[in-house]
């Protein structure tokens, strides 16, 4: 357990926290108006180990190899040249600070941290943090690396629980849910909709997909797994044989079968590694997803239960309703998945490039 304290004063900033893996969808801007939740669990920290932030380098302004040298290997529109290594938490986990007024940044509707830290140290007026709160957005507070400390405090340590824990008491994360949104004529209201934490998994893995395909056909599952990725990939690649076969593997499943060229697995929420088979012979490429996605995937929840046969009498009212559904297919989050794309050394390949280019000229928008 850590407590961070200013690095001016030493005042603590936050309450003790434990270290857990950042969020596939810590990134991700979601939507027009919409009101996301707090992105870290109470009680947690993630590092974030790229730049965040301003000040930014359009791509034409980098030297040669220096985006290489920093993991990205496909244009961007810009790179961060802000410091890496910033601590995220929650926004309630805070302590002892303030809000900076005058550094709002360009927000509508809450703190985007455009222009910078945007908290300061009460004690000595040190900026700290940025929170971000703004519609869109997952609610966080950024801890600044150059001007906080983490500090070990006593207490017992809190075990990282093994894959077969994770796979029996993991919690999953619902495919759907209602959204809610700014500035209806009656106030907040809502929409039912794709989770947002699914659409940026979708976005991650995809990417990871794309690259495990090599340029041929992929069969996934049919059900949730078929939603998710059927669509983009029977779009983004070429028809006909040979296939690639992708199936769900990991802690609590069957060992693969012999054909299976890809595997669908789960990210450890603690460490942030992936799942891989204890066979080291294995040879199948391993495509991560967040741990409460793949358990949707591969243990569903069912539908609730609707009469066999014969109908209900006519005075009675059904109790069962049927289950909520989004109105338009699976979209995955097009910046979380050029963001991953871009930083995977095969995204060179001819073919994958033009993926990239396709996406940034807009006639992919109907998948993202």
Not at 304 to 309: I, R, V, Y
Request: charged share 20%.
């Amino acid at each position: 357990m850590f407590v961070f304290v200013c690095g001016g004063c030493g005042a603590e900033l936050t309450v003790p926290l434990f270290q857990v893996a950042l969020p596939v969808h810590a990134r991700q801007q979601y939507g027009n108006g919409a009101q996301l939740p707090v992105l870290m669990r109470s009680g947690t920290f993630a590092v974030d180990p790229e730049p965040w932030g301003g000040p930014w380098r359009r791509w034409e302004q980098l030297g040669p190899g220096e985006a290489e040298a920093r993991g990205v290997y496909g244009p961007v529109y810009a790179l961060s040249d802000g410091t890496p290594g910033a601590s995220v938490v929650a926004p309630g986990d805070v302590r002892g600070t303030r809000l900076i007024p005058e550094k709002r940044g360009g927000a509508c509707c809450g703190l985007d941290g455009a222009d910078g830290p945007n908290m300061a140290c009460l004690a000595c007026d040190l900026p700290v943090a940025t929170r971000i709160d703004d519609c869109s957005l997952w609610q966080a507070v950024r801890l600044t690396p150059d001007s906080v400390r983490r500090v070990p405090v006593e207490g017992p340590p809190v075990p990282s629980p093994s894959w077969a824990e994770l796979a029996e008491t993991g919690e999953r994360t619902p495919p759907f849910e209602p959204i809610a949104t700014w500035g209806g004529r009656l106030g907040a209201s809502h929409y039912w909709s794709w989770s947002p934490r699914w659409e940026a998994a979708g976005g991650h893995a995809l990417a990871h997909l794309l690259v495990a395909s090599r340029g041929r056909p992929v069969t996934v599952p049919d059900g949730l797994t078929a939603d998710l990725f059927r669509r983009a990939l029977d779009a983004l690649l070429p028809v006909g044989t040979p296939e690639r076969h992708a199936v769900l593997a990991g802690p609590g499943r069957p060992a693969p079968e012999a054909g299976a060229d890809i595997l669908l697995v789960p990210i450890h929420p603690r460490t942030g590694q992936t799942w891989a088979p204890a066979d080291p012979t294995a040879s199948a490429c391993l495509v991560p997803l967040p741990l409460g996605v793949w358990l949707s995937l591969v243990s569903p929840r069912p539908h609730l239960p609707f009469p066999a046969s014969g109908r209900l009498p006519r005075d009675v009212l059904r109790d069962d309703p049927l289950p909520l559904l989004p109105n338009r297919p699976f979209r995955a989050d097009r910046e979380t998945f050029r963001h991953t794309l871009v930083r995977l050394p095969a995204v060179r390949r001819p073919w994958l490039g033009a993926i990239l280019d396709n996406l940034a000229r807009g006639p992919s928008a109907n998948l993202f």
